[in-house]
Antibody, heavy 121, light 110 residues
Framework: EVQLVQSGAEVKKPGESLKISCKGS????????IAWVRQTPGKGLEWMGT????????EYNPSFHGHVTMSVDTSIDTAYLQWTSLEASDTAIYFC??????????????WGPGTMVTVSA | QSVLTQPPSASGTPGQRVTISCSGS????????VDWYQHLPGTAPRLLIH???YRPSGVPERFSGSKSGTSASLAISGLQSGDEADYYC???????????FGTGTKVTAL
């Protein structure tokens, strides 16, 4: 079964760092892009960026570029989303997703369950 | 501010056909494929339609998609109470070099 398993919920303070994970299984992890999508009540779904595990090629949404970093560890088929300094506005649910085909621009048919991140003083 | 515009809400009685529109531009829907998602907040979105009008396996035939130029639509035939959710169109945008989601439409079964 193809699936993405994400790390658990996090509660952090503003200014703290955080790294959440997304582990793929049931398919060739290095052959598909992995995207990160943010869900917030006010803004719906937002594509944050995508990374190709083979070579760690990345494409970022300009709205998130410089604030988050995407990375992968192909030895354990895991993708990461990282912040060095969290802000209250980062409070959201973060999903990782895999495209239906093996292109960055394709729709996502496999999704992780989401990681709830709460940033509060 | 999304570059793909959807009506904020749509509704129908059970059994009715509901249609959701999505308006974009030449850099996204005009030159790339459109996808549609069903989303219950707090859960993972579900891909309903990919490549404009293809249903992944497991998606009922009641859901259908179409695209013409820079606009697309999702139709739900035989609306059911279980279809109540938020629906998003999405496409790659060549100008932004990224994937964009629509503003979302909340569907209600009256």
């Amino acid at each position: 079964e193809v699936q993405l398993v994400q790390s658990g919920a996090e509660v952090k303070k503003p200014g703290e760092s955080l790294k959440i994970s997304c582990k793929g299984s049931g398919y060739s992890f290095t052959s598909y892009w992995i995207a990160w999508v943010r869900q917030t009540p006010g803004k719906g779904l937002e594509w944050m960026g995508t990374i190709y595990p083979r070579g760690s090629v990345t494409e970022y949404n300009p709205s998130f570029h410089g604030h988050v970093t995407m990375s992968v560890d192909t030895s354990i088929d895991t993708a990461y989303l990282q912040w060095t300094s969290l802000e209250a506005s980062d409070t959201a649910i973060y999903f990782c997703a895999r495209p239906y085909y093996d292109r960055a621009k394709d729709g996502f048919d496999v999704w992780g369950p989401g990681t709830m991140v709460t940033v509060s003083a | 501010q999304s570059v793909l515009t959807q009506p904020p809400s749509a509704s129908g009685t059970p059994g009715q056909r509901v249609t959701i529109s999505c308006s974009g531009s030449s850099s996204n829907m005009g030159s790339n494929n459109v996808d549609w998602y069903q989303h219950l907040p707090g859960t993972a979105p579900r891909l309903l339609i990919h490549t404009n009008n293809y249903r992944p396996s497991g998606v009922p035939e009641r859901f259908s998609g179409s695209k013409s130029g820079t606009s697309a639509s999702l139709a739900i035939s035989g609306l059911q109470s279980g279809d109540e959710a938020d629906y998003y169109c999405a496409a790659w945008d060549d100008s932004l070099n990224g994937y964009v989601f629509g503003t979302g439409t909340k569907v209600t079964a009256l």
